[in-house]
């Protein structure tokens, strides 16, 4: 006799939580390691809700699990579902005036300027916000992130974050990377440079992120450099009077007048003859919803940042 199910539903709240997750990780026993709950109770939960449709939702793989193109469907579904519910809670913390109000982020300090307005647009709309912000390195935010020590990060992408599974980035700008040398060297009559011309070259960094890539791309640590720094008008200075380079971003050119003295010629990076981009993202975890504030805030920054395309 056939039990299937064909009237309204009956999942809980749960068995959607489940269904994301299991989706999200490709695994069961990943799942329930997630959600800390046993990987039985997680496989038992999903085959009632499977025999109770008469639909397989998932097939079951060597290497785990993968949504059959129904269970595609349904996992959209529990994922609007999920975020109403988010939306539903936050309304009734407003509501009763126990909204969360904290936030915790950290910021490369190229995009502190740009975030710094956005910040500035959330107090005024939230007075009640309680909003923490700390300086540090796309590696440091990477693992914050992950380790529920902040909420949101802004970084610069790199090779990690892109294979990283439990993070979800929004990439939000976009820069142009150049090599600023002084105007009487032979690098300043090049129109472009790639990374090979730069080995043994004394190379001053804006912070670690361009080191960690070039590193990346060399495939070893042999790319040596003599000062990292944030200090950027102690970079102008020094490529402006020595045979020193420094990488710098097309944002950061512009914002803080390098070329302006015609001391430094900015020489385009390319790779592989294109353009070598610098890319900055919001990062959180992928099963985390955000809340309201978070929310308004990420908003604040992709309108500020089309307002100045």
Known sequence: MN?????????????????????????????????????????????????????????RLQTGVAPTETGKRF??????????????DELIEECS??????ISLACV????PILSESLELLM??????????????????????????????????????????DLKYDVLLESDMYVCVNKSTPLANRERLYPEDL?????????????DWLNFYFNDDSFQYSLVTNNLDYI???????????????LIISNHNFLANGDIVAVPLLLNDQPFKMQVASVRLKKHTLSRIARDLLQNVKLSLRTTD
């Open 199 to 211: 080995l043994n070259l004394s190379l001053i960094s804006y912070n670690c992120n361009m080191v």
């Open 75 to 88: 996992i959209e579904k529990a994922n609007e579902i999920l975020e109403k519910m988010q939306e539903f």
């Open 3 to 59: 039990h299937c199910h064909t009237g309204g539903s009956v999942m809980h709240i749960e068995q959607l939580r489940y269904l994301v997750e299991i989706a999200r990780t490709g695994s069961i026993s990943a799942a329930a390691l997630n959600l800390h709950v046993s990987q039985s109770a997680i496989s038992k939960s999903l085959l009632r809700l499977e025999h109770h449709l008469c639909l397989p939702l998932f097939n």
């Open 109 to 112: 300090p190229l995009f502190t």
């Open 124 to 165: 005024k709309n939230n007075p009640q916000s309680q909003i923490d912000i700390t300086e540090k390195k796309s590696k440091e935010i990477m693992q914050d992130v992950m380790h529920h020590a902040i909420h949101i990060g802004f970084m610069v992408v790199n090779p990690d974050l892109m294979s990283e599974r």
């Open 97 to 102: 005036g126990s909204a969360n109000n904290k």
């Open 236 to 250: 102008k200075r020094k490529v402006s009077q020595d045979s020193v380079i420094s990488i710098i971003p097309e």
